[in-house]
């Protein structure tokens, strides 16, 4: 605690305090839906280890409907976001249909893709449904995207694809960017090629070494290059030309404030739930490990996330091991729950990376 200034400790506990209240309402205001598992890239880091013809066949869109059906009546639509992630969300061809179904019950939508397959038409076609909002891959320049997605073609449709949405101005929007060892020494140059291209809204994280990830050591920055970032993204905030934050996990020390709108909290289970391919009902899709609580082809929804998330809710028994005696649980609370393995145990520390 020590290594907290005193402005920051009394910032943090006003966060706790408003996050403690949340949990005990924990309102759904982000539903992720993981419509398929195909994919047409090959990342080096996906955690849901897609394939162009996966083993598990996409999600009907009339069960995932009915889902939402079931939900309504206990939500105010306009007030939670569904996001459809996979895979490749642009691999359904019936991705236009499902989100004007979702339009007209009152929902905003929006899509996390790698770009590869938005044409201008399919652009168009996906707002005529109601389209609120869109993620876009770009990790770096040419050969190093490139490498990382494992498609010799994918800078250029990622990039393409930002142009479009550049000039879309009823969509939110933004850019997230895998850092790691291969694009960490451009990052200036890459801000700078991005801001020339109109984008305004960028997102960056990192990877720890689990799955794929494990097999790629370029995937690692170093405890300096990781503080490095942080600085980088705090310096470029400060500019006020560019929002640039980091992904929503870790606990950052004196950097919680700095590099992101929010103070560090994994609202996993508390405001954030997902229906995943095989119908779980989980939390952030992030989370590989099986914290899944029920399943929509045998349970209600909102039943479950009623009175079986409390795991997610109440974080007490994450406090162990490495977590123990650590003078950060109060406000990081065992980190997030994607970087919990399925015995619960922590598998990554990011404050503890960052060189005081």
Same mark, same amino acid.
């Given at each position: 605690?020590?290594? @907290?200034?005193?402005?920051?400790?009394?910032?943090?506990?006003?966060?706790?305090?408003?996050?403690?209240?949340?949990?005990? @309402?924990?309102?759904?205001?982000?539903?992720?839906?993981?419509?398929?598992?195909?994919?047409?890239?090959?990342?080096?880091?996906?955690?849901?280890?897609?394939?162009? %013809?996966?083993?598990?066949?996409?999600?009907?869109?009339?069960?995932?409907?009915?889902?939402?059906?079931?939900?309504?009546?206990?939500?105010?639509?306009?007030?939670?976001?569904?996001?459809?992630?996979?895979?490749?969300? @642009?691999?359904?061809?019936?991705?236009? *249909?499902?989100?004007?179904?979702?339009?007209?019950?009152?929902?905003?939508?929006? %899509?996390?893709?790698?770009?590869?397959?938005?044409?201008?038409?399919?652009?168009?076609?996906?707002?005529?449904?109601? @389209?609120?909002?869109?993620?876009?891959?770009?990790?770096?320049?040419? *050969?190093?995207?490139?490498?990382?997605?494992?498609?010799?073609?994918?800078?250029?449709?990622?990039?393409?694809?930002?142009? %479009?949405?550049?000039?879309?101005?009823?969509?939110?929007?933004?850019?997230?960017?895998?850092?790691?060892?291969?694009?960490?020494?451009?990052?200036?140059?890459?801000?700078?090629?991005?801001?020339?291209?109109?984008?305004?809204?960028?997102?960056?994280?990192?990877?720890?070494?689990?799955?794929?990830?494990?097999?790629?050591?370029?995937?690692?920055?170093?405890?300096?290059?990781?503080?490095?970032?942080?600085?980088?993204?705090?310096?470029?905030?400060?500019?006020?030309? %560019?929002?640039?934050?980091?992904?929503?996990?870790?606990?950052?020390?004196?950097?919680?404030? *700095?590099?992101?709108?929010?103070?560090?909290?994994?609202?996993?289970?508390?405001?954030?739930?997902?229906?995943?391919?095989?119908?779980?009902?989980?939390?952030?899709?992030?989370?590989?490990?099986?914290?899944?609580?029920?399943?929509?082809?045998?349970?209600?929804?909102?039943?479950?996330?009623?009175?079986?998330?409390?795991?997610?809710?109440?974080?007490?028994?994450?406090?162990?091991?490495?977590?123990?005696?650590?003078?950060?649980?109060?406000?990081?609370?065992?980190?997030?729950?994607?970087?919990?393995?399925?015995?619960?145990?922590?598998?990554?520390?990011?404050?503890?990376?960052?060189?005081?």
């Amino acid at each position: 605690m020590s290594d @907290l200034s005193i402005r920051r400790k009394l910032a943090l506990e006003i966060a706790r305090k408003i996050r403690n209240n949340l949990k005990e @309402l924990h309102p759904l205001k982000q539903l992720f839906w993981e419509c398929t598992l195909r994919c047409n890239l090959h990342c080096k880091h996906c955690g849901s280890d897609c394939r162009r %013809m996966a083993a598990v066949k996409d999600m009907p869109a009339g069960d995932f409907l009915r889902t939402i059906d079931s939900i309504t009546p206990h939500v105010n639509p306009n007030k939670v976001s569904i996001i459809i992630t996979g895979g490749e969300p @642009l691999m359904r061809e019936d991705l236009e *249909e499902i989100g004007l179904a979702l339009y007209r019950r009152g929902y905003p939508w929006g %899509m996390v893709s790698n770009g590869l397959y938005l044409t201008k038409e399919r652009l168009q076609h996906l707002m005529a449904a109601g @389209l609120h909002s869109v993620t876009i891959s770009l990790d770096g320049f040419g *050969e190093d995207h490139n490498w990382l997605r494992g498609h010799p073609g994918s800078h250029t449709r990622a990039l393409e694809a930002i142009k %479009m949405l550049v000039h879309e101005p009823e969509l939110t929007w933004d850019v997230v960017t895998c850092v790691n060892r291969r694009n960490y020494p451009y990052l200036n140059e890459l801000k700078t090629s991005l801001y020339k291209i109109g984008v305004r809204h960028w997102r960056m994280f990192t990877i720890f070494p689990v799955g794929r990830a494990a097999l790629y050591p370029e995937f690692q920055l170093t405890d300096e290059e990781f503080t490095g970032v942080m600085e980088f993204i705090k310096d470029t905030r400060k500019e006020g030309k %560019m929002h640039l934050s980091y992904g929503c996990e870790g606990f950052l020390g004196n950097y919680e404030g *700095e590099v992101r709108d929010n103070f560090f909290a994994c609202n996993a289970g508390v405001t954030v739930g997902s229906i995943l391919i095989d119908g779980s009902i989980s939390a952030c899709p992030s989370i590989r490990s099986d914290f899944h609580q029920g399943n929509i082809y045998q349970d209600d929804f909102m039943q479950v996330w009623e009175e079986r998330f409390q795991p997610f809710r109440n974080r007490d028994w994450m406090k162990k091991d490495a977590c123990s005696d650590c003078s950060f649980f109060r406000y990081c609370e065992g980190n997030g729950m994607h970087l919990r393995d399925g015995n619960g145990d922590l598998l990554f520390c990011h404050s503890k990376r960052l060189l005081h």
